[in-house]
């Protein structure tokens, strides 16, 4: 049973320039253990595709589809639920890490005070010196010096990529069925991007936590991905296992956005998205057929002007697990020529 199911999630903001449509139909789902990486180039939308799933946006933003959160035995639809609900699923059945860490955090709260609340409030410790020692020991976790000095800090009184590491820990704190990451690890030093990325598999390992992360860092994906959800003008454009996308991307997006690497082994290390020629269409005016058409560099069938390729499944592996199929939505064959 998987611990996330999305299906056909639509976003549109009211914008001065128009309805924008931030996402156009996305689906996939996150197995218990899985870590599901989501990439794709500024503005495809992948931010706003997961603050949607627990109620982050605007009030000029209209959701639809649905987002099945599996948690033990009960299943809720987060599309459905009211602020209070949301705010109890928020940190506890799901842990979140944003880009930007001063959103999560209340400026007037010492860090100690916000990393224990959590603990109290999950109960995951029966008193509030259990939960200092245990909000010192996750500090310590993620890499802080000094955490019982942390403790006692504000979040204003800590470094950008301190404060990033203060999120984690209250994210992973609760030991959430779903954690979503966006950008979490971006702004840290390898050493300390390592420590976390490990101190999350731990987690997986030991509490079947389902992941998605959004980065524009390959040597991460590489390195932690099961399958990977390309994301282009708010659609998925390719998914599919890390191996089959990395080494037989079926969409000419994905393969430039991966600069064409020849094997996944050439995506380990530090090396992000490269660019493409051009820029991604406006929310506000996305063309009518093939999203990518515009910039697509083996544009030749007729149809990608006028007619939106659907997800098929294409030739790979099957993905890291049964019934996870590579999937792209592209009228192309895998080398690229018109199927
Ligand atoms: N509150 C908003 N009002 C209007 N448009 C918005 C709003 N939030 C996001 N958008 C638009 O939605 C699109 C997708 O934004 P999003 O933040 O999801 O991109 P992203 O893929 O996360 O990019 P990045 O890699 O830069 O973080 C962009 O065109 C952005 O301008
Ligand atoms: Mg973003």
Not at 275 to 304: E, M, N, Q, Y
Request: negative net charge.
């Amino acid at each position: 049973m998987n611990v996330l199911e999305v299906e056909d999630l639509r976003v549109r903001i009211d914008t001065p320039r128009g309805v924008a449509s931030v996402v156009n139909g996305l689906s996939y789902s996150v197995a218990p253990g899985e870590t599901v990486a989501v990439v794709g180039e500024s503005g495809s939308g992948k931010s706003v595709s997961v603050a949607a799933l627990l109620g982050l946006l605007p009030g000029t933003a209209t959701v639809t589809g649905s987002a099945r959160f599996h948690d033990g035995d009960r299943v809720r639809d987060l599309l459905t639920l009211t602020e209070p609900e949301l705010r109890s699923v928020r940190g506890n059945g799901i842990g979140m890490v944003f880009q930007d860490p001063m959103t999560s955090l209340n400026p007037v709260l010492t860090v100690g005070r916000q990393v224990a609340e959590g603990l109290l409030a999950h109960r995951r410790v029966p008193s509030r010196r259990q939960a200092r020692e245990r909000a010192a020991e996750l500090l310590a976790e993620v890499g802080l010096p000094d955490p019982r000095g942390v403790l006692d800090r504000f979040p204003h009184e800590l470094s950008g990529g301190m404060r990033q590491r203060v999120v984690i820990a209250i994210a992973l704190a609760g030991e959430p069925r779903l954690l979503v990451a966006d950008e979490a690890t971006t702004a840290l030093d390898v050493t300390v991007q390592a420590q976390i990325l490990d101190l999350v598999a731990g987690l997986q390992s030991e509490h079947g936590t389902g992941v998605v992360w959004i980065t524009h860092d390959l040597g991460v994906v590489a390195g932690i991905a099961d399958r990977v959800l390309v994301m282009y003008g708010g659609r998925c454009i390719e998914d599919g296992g890390v191996d089959d996308v990395f080494e037989a991307s079926a969409h000419p997006y994905t393969r430039g956005l991966l600069g064409s690497l020849p094997a996944r082994t050439a995506a380990v290390g530090r090396s992000d998205l490269v660019a493409i020629p051009g820029t991604p269409p406006p929310p506000t005016d996305l063309p009518p057929g093939c999203v990518f058409w515009p910039r697509c560099p083996v544009r030749s069938d007729p149809r990608c002007e006028h007619e939106q390729p659907p997800l098929q499944e294409v030739a790979g592996r099957g993905g890291s697990r049964p019934g996870r199929p590579h999937r792209a939505a592209t009228f192309c064959s895998s080398e690229g020529k018109v199927s």
